[in-house]
Nanobody, 125 residues
Framework: QVQLVESGGGLLQAGTSLRLSCAVS????????MGWFRQAPGREREFVAA????????HYADSVKGRFTISRDNAKNTVYLQMNSLKPEDTAVYYC??????????????????WGQGTQVTVSS
């Protein structure tokens, strides 16, 4: 069983930065593509960023492109989301997710096999 645990959320002001981490249990971290999603109250869960197994290929939602960076350290079984120039509309619960397929639609939440419990990010204006 794979377990994902997010950390790093918090309350902060617009324009500041924050880094989220997602620690993944097990010895097979390198077999999973990873994604970050977020969900604001009353809204559907939305794609934020994704990274392939090696870390050489990344994808971003248009709303975060140029501000957020996804990365991974396969030696530490951890995926990160560096968030810069935060805006109030970035306020949400952020989730990391893992997918073991080689080909899938990384933007669709239901494509992912495992999820973390989420970490709250609140950005005030």
């Amino acid at each position: 069983q794979v377990q994902l645990v997010e950390s790093g959320g918090g309350l902060l002001q617009a324009g500041t930065s924050l880094r989220l981490s997602c620690a993944v249990s097990g010895r097979t971290f390198g077999r999973y593509a990873m994604g970050w999603f977020r969900q604001a109250p009353g809204r559907e869960r939305e794609f934020v960023a994704a990274i392939n197994r090696s870390g050489g290929n990344t994808h971003y939602a248009d709303s975060v492109k140029g501000r957020f960076t996804i990365s991974r350290d396969n030696a530490k079984n951890t995926v990160y989301l560096q968030m810069n120039s935060l805006k109030p509309e970035d306020t949400a619960v952020y989730y990391c997710a893992a997918n073991s397929d080689y080909y899938f639609d990384y933007r669709r939440p239901y494509e992912y096999d495992y999820w973390g419990q989420g970490t709250q990010v609140t950005v005030s204006s």
